[in-house]
Structures are given as structure tokens and as C-alpha cells.
T-cell receptor, first 115, second 109 residues
């Protein structure tokens, strides 16, 4: 089973709202990732958690706040977003035991629209 | 910084018309090269991992090959369900993936 789940599938929010994206995996993976993907562009890395600790932040604006409550869950808290933040937000996970060869498995994504 | 370039940007095929997609890369030292398939509005689906030059992997109508500077994804006798965007990515020592822009394949019946 290589399933990563994400909720919600779709989200519409105003610029003053606070919302959260959720990601879950039960593969025992110890690395989890958030990516942002704009239309017709490849995924762009935002954050990496390794063993529940933030290991990479790709200079993402503070209106995006990641959280890793445990090894299976990853959240992305959203606050005061801008319309240009509208995109497909992807979560991924990997074992963190196989070196750089290890595969990242992606969830289905959350389609976010900021009005 | 790792760079990945995919060509062509788009590929339109007739059902049964075999073709190849190219992924060229510039890295300080290849750790792994990955191929993913992505359908519109969905997350990338893992296809292959390649590491050593000369390595080949197959899955149904897809075959991926790797040289020292590029990788090819061959689609043999494609069907309409093979229509998707195919993404190539290389990994860095800190587990980051650098993606190419992708090749969008459309297979007409």
C-alpha cells in the first residue's frame, strides 16, 4: 500500500480566513513533504519534515505554517493568503531509510482557490 | 544546482504510434532519476527509479532508460489511457527532488 491521503480535496477561502490542509500516510514513512503546483508547472517544494522535525523550508512566506503532529500526519495551516497562492497543494512521503534513491509517494492534492 | 530539461513539451500520438520522451539533466552527481505520471488535477504517480547508466525498467507499455546525461521514456503502442503529463525528477543528497517541466502526452484513438 503506497497511499497518501489528503483532505479536503477542494478548498475555497477568502484572504482573511484561516484554514488547514491535512495529509496522512500509514506506510511507516519518516519523511513528509509539502509541494505547491501551479497550472502547467512542475511541483515546487515548500517544506520537508524528517522524523517529525522541519528539515527544509524553501523560503516559504509565513502565511504558510507547517505542522507535523506525529509520524503519520502532516498539516499545512493557511492564514491571510493571497490570490496568487491559489494552486494544487501536494503532500508526499518517503521512507527516509534508503538514501536519495528512495521514492516519494504523492497524495491526490488539495485544490485551493483564494478569493 | 541540479537542472532537469524535458522535451518535447507536448506530444500528440495516434493510438499505436510508439514514441519517446527525453529528460536531460545536469547534476553534480546523480543520486537517482525518477519518472512520474500525472493526470490533470491529481498527484504525481510514481513510475520508475533509475540510478545507473545503462539501467532499464519496464512497466506495461512504458520503458525507461538511463545514460550518463539523459533518460528516455519509451511508450510502445500507446493507448488513449496513456494520455497524461510525464514528469522527470532527479534527487539531491538532502532528498530534494528537482522536477523537469514535464511532457504532456495526448493519445488519440
Amino acid at each position: 500500500d503506497t497511499e497518501v491521503t489528503q483532505t479536503p480535496k477542494h478548498l475555497v477561502m477568502g484572504m482573511t480566513n484561516k484554514k488547514s490542509l491535512k495529509c496522512e500516510q500509514h506506510m511507516g514513512h519518516r519523511a513528509m513533504y509539502w509541494y505547491k503546483q501551479k497550472a502547467k508547472k512542475p511541483p515546487e517544494l515548500m517544506f520537508v519534515y524528517s522524523y517529525e522535525k522541519l528539515s527544509i523550508n524553501e523560503s516559504v512566506p509565513s502565511r504558510f505554517s507547517p505542522e507535523c503532529p506525529n509520524s503519520s500526519l502532516l498539516n499545512l495551516h493557511l492564514h491571510a493568503l493571497q490570490p496568487e497562492d491559489s494552486a494544487l497543494y501536494l503532500c508526499a512521503s518517503s521512507p527516509r531509510q534508503q538514501g536519495p534513491l528512495e521514492t516519494q509517494y504523492f497524495g491526490p492534492g488539495t485544490r485551493l482557490l483564494v478569493l | 544546482e541540479d537542472q532537469v530539461t524535458q522535451s518535447p513539451e507536448a506530444l500528440r500520438l495516434q493510438e499505436g504510434e510508439s514514441s519517446s520522451l527525453n529528460c536531460s539533466y545536469t547534476v553534480s552527481g546523480l543520486r537517482g532519476l525518477f519518472w512520474y505520471r500525472q493526470d490533470p488535477g491529481k498527484g504525481p504517480e510514481f513510475l520508475f527509479t533509475l540510478y545507473s547508466a545503462g539501467e532499464e525498467k519496464e512497466k506495461e507499455r512504458l520503458k525507461a532508460t538511463l545514460t550518463k546525461k539523459e533518460s528516455f521514456l519509451h511508450i510502445t503502442a500507446p493507448k488513449p489511457e496513456d494520455s497524461a503529463t510525464y514528469l522527470c525528477a532527479v534527487s539531491s543528497p538532502d532528498y530534494k527532488l528537482s522536477f523537469g517541466a514535464g511532457t504532456t502526452v495526448t493519445v488519440r484513438a
